[in-house]
């Protein structure tokens, strides 16, 4: 069942190339949706896929790219998509 959750990971998660390296990860797993940076400091991705698929990405964004140092990774599994995504993206920042 597909499924789309909100996954907001704080640290020091920008300007070490993380969304770049989400969006290949994301696009490799087979998810869809987006990332972006926020005002806050932090990296927000909406997913939308399969558990196993968002399980993994989750991990993964866990750790991020070399060079990133995640110190929280928050999960809201009951974030509702207007209509099904499509493709991965980097959108612009918050």
């Known amino acids: ?15 070490v190339g993380y969304r770049a390296a989400c969006v290949v990860e994301a696009r490799r797993i087979g998810l ?10 932090a990296v927000e991705v909406i997913a939308q896929g399969e558990a196993a698929q968002l399980l ?21 599994k009951a974030w509702v998509a207007q209509a099904p995504l499509k493709g991965f993206e980097q959108r612009v920042s918050l």
């Open 56 to 76: 993994a990405m989750c991990e993964w964004m866990r750790q991020g790219p070399p060079g990133a140092q995640v110190s929280s990774c928050d999960i809201d």
């Open 1 to 15: 069942m597909t499924a789309t959750w909100q996954i907001v990971v704080r640290g020091r998660v920008q300007g």
């Open 32 to 41: 869809s949706g987006w990332v972006r940076n926020r005002r806050d400091g």
